[in-house]
């Protein structure tokens, strides 16, 4: 970080202490979460605790997150790590009665890396048209909207969902969204236009076809690599009993192929399709929740065989309440047992030599122990155990190890 950048933090914490230091602390107040309504993974970057400060038309909040591991791989371990996985703010305002600004800005291995996810103004006309421009999160499967660490069990990231899919994924672009409620359904759409992909996905250091290597690139925020918009939709169902369903695309054309009008290349394509699905068994509060995605890149033909043009993953979550009550004077604690099985396919195919299988597979289980004093806050233990191979199928590396930490809106 900049000594300019640091200077201005240090001004406005010094600025900022005193003047809340002179408002009364009954001012301060939770925004409440209506339990009414019917709630989508497309509500999750407003559907957050915001803390409000009197009249003020700005409300801030945030989420935090910590922990140890002891992991090792064939044998091999690098011993006990702490870990600051992220700091993330947010800053909320209701510009007028339907406009409305949010933004997010996310600290990770603490200032490692400094992004800005979400900063985007909605402007509400109607129920089922709504417009939105900014810095948006592109909306394919769930994850990469609903990926607060206070709402999960488990202190990784999917891997289908943060290395094959680019994981709070977002670009500068405009679109529309909206819902429609019929009782206990409610039915929603958003769609957008955004920058996109560089050719980054199939050159990088990962020697593999990466989606989430166009994040390195910060001019997506202000430049399209290739002047063609990403595509971004979404569609959801959910019942307040039964639970949701949600079909999601995005694509668009990811290599530069043309530079002052000679067009020296045919354009490339990346297409993702994404399924997401989440439920609450009613007798047991048995949640389950999972997502399946499928990539397809048009990878050139100069280029090997470890760049694979077709890639498939996913996750499953299950988490099982069995205990609710006081614990430690925390009178509405709730324990957790859960339970995570993913799976990502890196290069799906065959060698066109041999016709034999491309082998590059990963597979990871996770049984998780979690207690939330509340429900803004949890502390969790889990035990990761995922398996590897390479390109030929070779015996799989093994990684497994616990890991313990925390995570807590504020």
Same mark, same amino acid.
């Given at each position: 970080?900049s000594?300019?950048?640091?200077?201005?933090?240090?001004?406005?914490?010094l600025?900022?202490s005193?003047a809340f230091?002179?408002?009364?602390?009954?001012?301060?107040?939770?925004?409440?979460r209506?339990?009414?309504?019917v709630?989508?993974n497309?509500?999750a970057?407003y559907?957050?605790?915001f803390?409000?400060?009197?009249?003020?038309?700005?409300?801030?909040g945030?989420?935090?997150?910590?922990?140890w591991?002891?992991?090792g791989t064939?044998?091999?371990?690098?011993?006990?790590?702490?870990?600051?996985?992220?700091?993330?703010l947010?800053?909320a305002?209701t510009i007028y009665?339907?406009i409305?600004?949010?933004?997010?800005?996310?600290?990770?291995?603490?200032t490692?890396?400094?992004?800005?996810?979400?900063a985007?103004?909605?402007?509400?006309?109607h129920?089922?048209?709504?417009l939105?421009?900014g810095?948006?999160?592109?909306?394919?499967?769930?994850?990469?909207?609903?990926?607060d660490g206070p709402?999960?069990?488990?202190?990784?990231r999917? $891997?289908?969902? !943060?290395q094959?899919l680019p994981?709070?994924w977002?670009? &500068? #672009?405009?679109g @529309?969204?909206?819902?429609?409620?019929?009782?206990?359904?409610?039915y929603?759409?958003?769609?957008y236009?955004?920058?996109?992909?560089?050719d980054?996905?199939?050159l990088?250091s990962e020697?593999?076809?990466?989606?989430p290597?166009s994040?390195e690139?910060?001019?997506?925020?202000?430049?399209?690599?290739?002047g063609?918009?990403?595509?971004t939709?979404k569609t959801?169902?959910?019942n307040?009993?039964?639970?949701e369903?949600?079909?999601?695309?995005m694509?668009?054309?990811?290599?530069?192929?043309q530079e002052?009008?000679?067009?020296?290349?045919?354009k490339r394509g990346?297409h993702?399709?994404a399924?997401?699905?989440?439920?609450?068994?009613?007798?047991?509060?048995?949640?389950v929740?999972?997502?399946?995605a499928?990539?397809n890149?048009d $990878?050139?033909? !100069?280029?090997s065989?470890q760049y694979?043009?077709?890639? &498939? #993953?996913g996750? @499953?979550?299950?988490?099982?309440?069995?205990?609710?009550?006081?614990?430690?004077?925390?009178?509405?604690?709730?324990?957790n047992?859960a339970?995570?099985?993913?799976?990502?396919d890196?290069?799906k195919?065959?060698f066109?030599?041999?016709?034999?299988?491309?082998?590059?597979?990963f597979?990871?289980?996770i049984p998780?122990?979690s207690?939330?004093p509340?429900?803004?806050?949890?502390?969790?233990?889990n035990?990761r155990y995922?398996?590897q191979?390479?390109?030929f199928?070779?015996p799989?590396?093994r990684?497994a190890?616990?890991?313990?930490g925390?995570?807590s809106?504020?």
């Amino acid at each position: 970080m900049s000594i300019k950048v640091r200077f201005l933090f240090l001004i406005l914490l010094l600025t900022g202490s005193e003047a809340f230091g002179q408002i009364d602390s009954t001012l301060f107040r939770r925004t409440a979460r209506d339990t009414s309504k019917v709630y989508l993974n497309m509500d999750a970057v407003y559907n957050r605790p915001f803390l409000a400060v009197g009249k003020l038309p700005v409300s801030i909040g945030g989420y935090v997150e910590a922990n140890w591991q002891h992991l090792g791989t064939d044998g091999i371990t690098e011993g006990h790590q702490f870990q600051m996985r992220r700091l993330t703010l947010f800053v909320a305002s209701t510009i007028y009665r339907r406009i409305k600004f949010l933004s997010e800005i996310e600290f990770e291995d603490g200032t490692k890396e400094i992004n800005i996810e979400f900063a985007s103004v909605d402007i509400e006309f109607h129920p089922l048209f709504n417009l939105r421009g900014g810095i948006v999160m592109n909306p394919i499967g769930a994850f990469n909207q609903n990926h607060d660490g206070p709402k999960w069990e488990f202190i990784d990231r999917p $891997v289908s969902a !943060t290395q094959m899919l680019p994981a709070t994924w977002s670009n &500068v #672009g405009f679109g @529309v969204f909206g819902k429609l409620y019929r009782n206990n359904w409610v039915y929603a759409y958003e769609a957008y236009l955004t920058n996109g992909f560089d050719d980054k996905i199939i050159l990088n250091s990962e020697n593999k076809t990466f989606l989430p290597a166009s994040k390195e690139n910060p001019e997506r925020f202000e430049e399209s690599f290739n002047g063609v918009p990403l595509i971004t939709a979404k569609t959801a169902l959910r019942n307040k009993t039964i639970g949701e369903l949600g079909l999601s695309y995005m694509g668009g054309v990811y290599n530069k192929f043309q530079e002052d009008g000679l067009v020296f290349d045919k354009k490339r394509g990346v297409h993702v399709f994404a399924v997401d699905i989440n439920t609450t068994l009613p007798l047991i509060s048995t949640w389950v929740n999972a997502e399946i995605a499928w990539v397809n890149v048009d $990878v050139p033909d !100069t280029y090997s065989q470890q760049y694979g043009s077709k890639q &498939v #993953g996913g996750f @499953v979550d299950i988490v099982q309440p069995i205990f609710k009550g006081s614990i430690f004077g925390f009178e509405r604690s709730v324990v957790n047992i859960a339970f995570r099985a993913e799976y990502v396919d890196w290069n799906k195919g065959t060698f066109n030599e041999t016709g034999t299988k491309i082998h590059e597979e990963f597979v990871s289980i996770i049984p998780a122990l979690s207690w939330r004093p509340t429900r803004q806050t949890v502390i969790r233990l889990n035990y990761r155990y995922k398996w590897q191979t390479d390109l030929f199928g070779n015996p799989a590396s093994r990684t497994a190890g616990f890991q313990m930490g925390f995570s807590s809106y504020f």
